[in-house]
């Protein structure tokens, strides 16, 4: 018996694909009555430029505030897509009606932050992008396939526009 899809996660990178994921996400949405969670993924610093930071800034403060507004950058950026997507797809906007679009920006190895995420989320199902762009690329790029690797739910993967 299955359970049906009640919460979809849709994972974009900020990048020209997040327009065609946000599309099939919503339309999954729409199709199976599911709430909608949008996510990005930070990529954390490696040590390397952590060390780095922490040798040329002293103050402790102004790196925790550098640090954070990473973060803060990225949700600006997911807000800034979203309503951008929103005005540009009307159509869609208004069939998903006053439902509420959840959103999160959180840091570290995207496939790892995602599929955990979607298992603390309880999540039926992960919508992202094929993240490849070359003609000899295969299906998928390297955080998509640690993702589909990784989760327990199904994932949707949108390839990009030729």
């Known amino acids: 018996m ?6 979809i996660l849709c994972c974009v990178g900020l990048r020209g694909d997040c327009d065609l994921v946000l599309t099939q996400a919503v339309g999954l ?4 009555g599911a709430e909608l969670h949008v996510l990005h993924a930070v990529k954390s610093l ?6 780095t930071l922490k040798v040329n800034i002293r103050d402790r403060k102004m790196l925790e505030t550098l640090m954070a507004q990473r973060l803060d950058q990225a949700r600006e950026e997911l807000d800034q ?11 869609l906007r208004e ?16 496939a790892s932050v995602i599929t955990h995420f979607a298992t603390r989320s309880g999540s039926d199902m992960i919508v992202m992008a094929a993240n490849k762009r070359s003609f000899t690329a295969t ?3 390297k955080i998509t396939k640690g993702v589909i690797k990784r989760a327990r739910v199904p994932v949707v993967v949108v390839p990009t526009r030729r």
């Open 95 to 110: 069939a998903f009606g006053d439902r509420e679009v959840t959103r999160s920006v959180l840091e570290g190895y995207p």
């Open 29 to 32: 949405a729409l199709a199976t």
């Open 46 to 51: 490696s040590d390397d430029v952590v060390n």
């Open 139 to 141: 299906y998928a790029g």
């Open 81 to 91: 897509r979203l309503d951008t997507f929103w005005t540009r797809h009307a159509e």
């Open 2 to 7: 299955s359970h049906g899809i009640r919460r």
